[in-house]
């Protein structure tokens, strides 16, 4: 038997709202080494014709993180803890984005996450949880569709 809360699958959060802060966007962009000033230079930004910065491909992760402790602070149960992970033997395993607009500083936009399901691997030595993250904006609709698994090492 698994440590994941298996009963939860199908369960979908409720949405939670996240801002992009200019600052927060630039910071990520230069820790992970981006160099196209996009990324951290508004005047680059506007000039290539972007409202503002324009995140990082992998920014999402962030967001989703911001998302959870939001929800955290509305009382609400964070995506780690309603699935019950262990940290002690929790890994991340695949992660796939489809992208269908930019994340752009400033913009508040929305944060769900559905659990997909269960699996087991590896002859039960592994479980995976699958879930799926969207990220939206309230005008221009679905921007990211994320992918990932969780995985728990077992025995």
Do not use: C, W
């Not at 609400?76 to 994340?103: C, F, Q, S």
């Not at 039960?124 to 309230?138: D, F, N, S, Y």
């Amino acid at each position: 038997m698994g440590i994941f809360d298996r009963s939860t699958a199908g369960h979908v959060t409720p949405p939670v709202e996240v801002t992009l802060e200019r600052r927060a966007v630039a910071f990520f962009a230069e820790t992970i080494g981006e160099t196209n000033p996009i990324h951290f230079d508004i005047d680059a930004a506007r000039a290539a014709g972007h409202p503002d910065l324009v995140a990082p491909a992998t920014y999402p992760v962030v967001v989703g993180t911001f998302a959870g402790k939001e929800a955290e602070r509305k009382g609400e149960t964070d995506l780690i803890a309603l699935i019950k992970a262990d940290m002690r033997h929790l890994l991340h395993g695949t992660e796939n984005y489809t992208y269908h607009g930019a994340l752009y500083a400033g913009e508040t936009v929305t944060v769900e996450n559905e659990i997909l399901g269960f699996v087991d691997a590896k002859g039960g030595k592994l479980e995976i949880a699958q879930i799926a993250t969207r990220i939206t904006h309230p005008t221009r609709g679905l921007l990211i569709e994320a992918k990932r698994d969780l995985i728990h090492v077992l025995g």
